[in-house]
Each structure stands twice: as C-alpha cells, then as structure tokens.
C-alpha cells in the first residue's frame, strides 16, 4: 500500500496558463475524488469518480477546470486559462467498496498551485 | 449543505498538557473522519467514527451521532502533534458516497 500519490507537489504558474495534476490512488480503491483547500480552510469537495465514470461534479468547478479517469486508475485535472483565484492546494483522495471499515477516506499529500 | 462547526478555532498547549477538540455537525450523517494536516498539507487519517468511541494510543475519539458532535482527546500532547485537526462528515442521504463536508479545523501549537 503505497497511498495516494499526487504530482507534481508544487506548480508555479502564470495567469492564463494551463496546468495539469495528476493522482495516483490506492490500487485496489475503485473511488476517486478530487478536493480543493485554500488558506485558513477545510478542503472544499470538486468532483467524485467510481471506476472511470465521473458520477458528480461540485458548483466549484467552472467550466475551465476538467478531470478525468480514463482507465479507472489514476486521475488528472486540468485547470485551463488559470486565473489567481485558483491559487490552492488541490488534494486528491480515494476509497474503496464500503467494506468492514467504511467509507474511509485517503488523502494524498495535495498539489500547491501558485498563480503569478 | 450540512454545517461543519469546530472549536476551539485555536489551541496552544505546552507538551505534556491534555486537550478536547469538539465538531458539531447539523444533519444525520454515515461517516464521520478525524483528520491531521501536518504542516506539509498531508491529511493523514485519525478516525473513522460515524459512532461510538475508539482510541488510538495517545488520541481517543468519541461520536454522538444522536446528538450530532464528536470529541477527538489528545493526552500528553506532544510537539508532533501540531498542526490543523479537521473533523468530516458525509452525509447519510442525497448526497454522492465519500463526498466529505470538512469543518474549518482547529490549530493545535504545542510548545516543548
């Protein structure tokens, strides 16, 4: 069990640029969920996929953002013509089939967007 | 949505001290997570305690889901346990499985 792995930690970026992240889930977890956290907050939840079908997306993501998961393992979210309210850390986390634990949640160490 | 409250916002504590960290939530929920974010960002799970109560060496955390709080106890705290402590829940209805309602954490600082 290597846990959630997001790349790259860290993106500088100018405003208009398109940037892209990507998470690498718990390999046996078939749930996906991408969050968002700025400074002073709890994450804030953008969208949710089970296996490679994205089942729901949050009112936060404007149509600039996009995520997919093509082959029901690892994610990517595209952020298009960034904008500097988009400065966050972008988590990504997974769960797998409610089992004797529950629904635990696992996070990975989040992405650092900066928008300059 | 549901309301994610947290208190206290802010905690300073020198090692050794115990502590209480409360979350009230408004509606009926199936999941509830206690989180530490280390300063680094990691959210590294503490519980999952939709109800009852567990213990995990130095933390203890106990769920009222009927009244709708929960309690994370920290004893003999120590440095390393500084940080934001987020509590979360997911509702039990209408609402996507997993799809987690963070409260806005308390900052624990623990002085040597």
Known sequence: ???VSQDPRHKITKRGQNVTFRCDPISEHNRLYWYRQTLGQGPEFLTYFQNEAQLEKSRLLSDRFSAER???SFS????????QGDSAMYLCASSAHPGHSGNTIYFGEGS???VV | G???EQ???DLI?????????RCNFSDSVNNLQWFHQNPWGQLINLFYIPSGTKQNGRLSATTVATERYSLLYISSSQTTDSGVYFCAVELDRGSTLGRLYFGRGTQLTVWP
Not at chain 1, 76 to 83: D, F, G, P, V, Y
Not at chain 2, 13 to 21: C, I, K, M, V
């Open chain 1, 70 to 72: 093509p082959k029901g």
């Open chain 1, 76 to 83: 990517t979210l595209e952020i298009q013509r960034t904008e």
């Open chain 2, 7 to 9: 208190s206290p916002p």
């Open chain 2, 13 to 21: 504590l020198q090692e050794g001290a115990n502590s209480t960290l």
């Open chain 1, 1 to 3: 069990d290597t846990g």
């Open chain 2, 2 to 4: 549901i309301q994610v």
């Open chain 1, 112 to 114: 650092w967007l900066t």
